[in-house]
T-cell receptor, first 112, second 112 residues
Framework: GNSVTQMEGPVTLSEEAFLTINCTYT??????LFWYVQYPGEGLQLLLK?????DKGSNKGFEATYRKETTSFHLEKGSVQVSDSAVYFC???????????FGTGTSLTVIP | DGGITQSPKYLFRKEGQNVTLSCEQN?????MYWYRQDPGQGLRLIYY???????QKGDIAEGYSVSREKKESFPLTVTSAQKNPTAFYLC???????????FGDGTRLSIL
């Protein structure tokens, strides 16, 4: 079946540190992959996406590369800010099954 | 602007009372979803609907009910049978099941 596994949180970083949040997936077929961000007290917002192997999604300084050989889609940012504190969700879409799957979320806190 | 509107933002339920959470979208999306989020937890799917007048149970449907009489609207009723309703409820929509979901800002439900 299809599933998404994210690294356990919470993650705490100092401002300007390098961020990596790991995401691996299991899928039949060729899924599209996504990262969502949820700021405190709000809904989820789509952060970036990649629709095929080796695609790199990017937005607001965040990047993630679709790696088919390692079934991964790790989220990275070179220099985090306090305003990046949020919960980040990795997600997968299955065109065949017409379904969408979310990971469990990883909480990030950036301290000044 | 197109989007999803959830109301109210905060809701209080008395013991034995049913309450209804509103979700309206003007994105012309066919699919709509309800999720429950507990503190520090990921998303759990309550109900989803892929087309008007049709809906399916998600992972935690017990104690909840929905209707989908119009494409734009997907209200969720939290019944008195739901013994632990305190949570953050998120509504989402998408063009179809495998497409990125767009989220509302959520309703926070508490017990009086």
């Amino acid at each position: 079946g299809n599933s998404v596994t994210q690294m356990e949180g919470p993650v705490t970083l100092s401002e300007e540190a390098f961020l990596t949040i790991n995401c691996t997936y299991t899928a039949t077929g060729y899924p599209s992959l996504f990262w969502y961000v949820q700021y405190p007290g709000e809904g989820l917002q789509l952060l970036l996406k990649a629709t095929k192997a080796d695609d790199k999604g990017s937005n607001k300084g965040f990047e993630a590369t679709y790696r088919k050989e390692t079934t991964s889609f790790h989220l990275e940012k070179g220099s985090v800010q306090v305003s990046d504190s949020a919960v980040y969700f990795c997600a997968l879409s299955d065109r065949t099954g017409n379904q969408f799957y979310f990971g469990t979320g990883t909480s990030l806190t950036v301290i000044p | 602007d197109g989007g999803i509107t959830q109301s109210p933002k905060y809701l209080f339920r008395k013991e034995g009372q049913n309450v209804t959470l509103s979700c309206e979208q003007n994105l012309n999306h066919d699919a709509m979803y309800w999720y429950r989020q507990d503190p520090g937890q990921g998303l759990r799917l309550i109900y989803y609907s892929q087309i008007v007048n049709d809906f399916q149970k998600g992972d935690i449907a017990e104690g909840y009910s929905v209707s989908r009489e119009k494409k734009e609207s997907f209200p969720l009723t939290v019944t008195s049978a739901q013994k632990n309703p305190t949570a953050f409820y998120l509504c989402a929509s998408s063009t179809r099941g495998d497409q990125p979901q767009h989220f509302g800002d959520g309703t926070r439900l508490s017990i009086l």
